[in-house]
C-alpha cells in the first residue's frame, strides 16, 4: 500500500459525458502527478501539481483538467470523453517537486461506452 | 533531447536467467535515474534508481548499471524468477525542472 488512495476505482460513463477522478496523496507530501496509461502503453504524465500551484504540463489534452485543492487532495476533471479516453488514471504524490520516488495510487479504471 | 528511449519493447527470460533492459538518453543534465516496477492492475513502484556519481548501484538480485559517456543505463535481473514477470519503466531527471521523463515501459515475462 502506497497510502495514496484514488477513488472511484472503476468507472463506466458514455461518450460525451464528464466524469472527474480523486486522489489523495500520501500524508506530508506536496506534489500530486497524473498520468493516463492504455491498454498496454507506457505511462503518458498528463500534470503536476506542487502545494496547490500547476507546476508541470504534459500531454494533457484541453478537454481535461486539474486542481490541487488547500488540503492537498487532486482531482482530475475528464469532459466530452470520446471512446480513447478509456484507460487506466494513475495518481502519484512526492515529498518535493520532483527526482525522488513517486508513490503510485492503485489507479482509475475508466470504460467509456 | 528530452527523451529516453527504452529497449526492448517485451523480453521473455527462462526462470533463472539474467534479464537486461537498456535505457538511452540524450541531456546530459539528466542525473536521477529510477527504475519503476508495474504489476497488472497495480500502479507501478520504485524498484532501485542511481545518481550518475556512481556506475553501478546493486540491490538484491537488481542492479543498475550506468555508462555517463555513452548516455546509457541498464537494468540486471539476476536469478529471474516468475513473480519478476511485470512491466518496466526507466526515467531520468535533472535538478533544473525535477521532471521525470519516462521510457515506453519493457513487458517482461519469465517462463517456469
Known amino acids: 500500500d502506497s497510502g495514496v488512495t484514488q477513488t472511484p476505482k472503476h468507472l463506466i460513463t458514455a461518450t460525451g459525458q464528464r466524469v472527474t477522478l480523486r486522489c489523495s496523496p500520501r500524508?506530508?507530501?506536496?506534489?500530486v502527478y497524473w498520468y493516463q496509461q492504455s491498454l498496454d502503453q507506457g505511462l503518458q504524465f498528463l500534470i503536476q501539481y506542487y502545494n496547490g500551484e500547476e507546476r508541470a504540463k504534459g500531454n494533457i489534452l484541453e478537454r481535461f483538467s486539474a486542481q490541487q485543492f488547500p488540503d492537498l487532495h487532486s482531482e482530475l476533471n475528464l469532459s466530452s470523453l470520446e471512446l480513447g479516453d478509456s484507460a487506466l488514471y494513475f495518481c502519484?504524490?512526492?515529498?518535493?517537486?520532483?527526482?525522488?520516488?513517486?508513490?503510485f495510487g492503485p489507479g482509475t479504471r475508466l470504460l467509456v461506452l | 533531447q528530452q527523451q529516453v528511449k527504452q529497449s526492448p519493447q517485451s523480453l521473455i527470460v527462462q526462470k533463472g536467467g539474467i534479464s537486461i533492459i537498456n535505457c538511452a538518453y540524450e541531456n546530459t543534465a539528466f542525473d536521477y535515474f529510477p527504475w519503476y516496477q508495474q504489476f497488472p492492475g497495480k500502479g507501478p513502484a520504485l524498484l532501485i534508481a542511481?545518481?550518475?556519481d556512481v556506475s553501478e548501484k546493486k540491490e538484491g538480485r537488481f542492479t543498475i548499471s550506468f555508462n555517463k559517456s555513452a548516455k546509457q543505463f541498464s537494468l540486471h535481473i539476476m536469478d529471474s524468477q516468475p513473480g519478476d514477470s511485470a512491466t518496466y519503466f526507466c526515467?531520468?531527471?535533472?535538478?533544473?525542472?525535477?521532471?521525470?521523463?519516462w521510457g515506453a515501459g519493457t513487458k517482461l515475462i519469465i517462463k517456469p
Open positions: 526515467a531520468a531527471s535533472a535538478r533544473s525542472n525535477y521532471q521525470l521523463i
Open positions: 542511481i545518481r550518475p
Open positions: 502519484a504524490s512526492s515529498v518535493g517537486k520532483g527526482a525522488e520516488t513517486q508513490y
Open positions: 500524508s506530508g507530501d506536496l506534489s
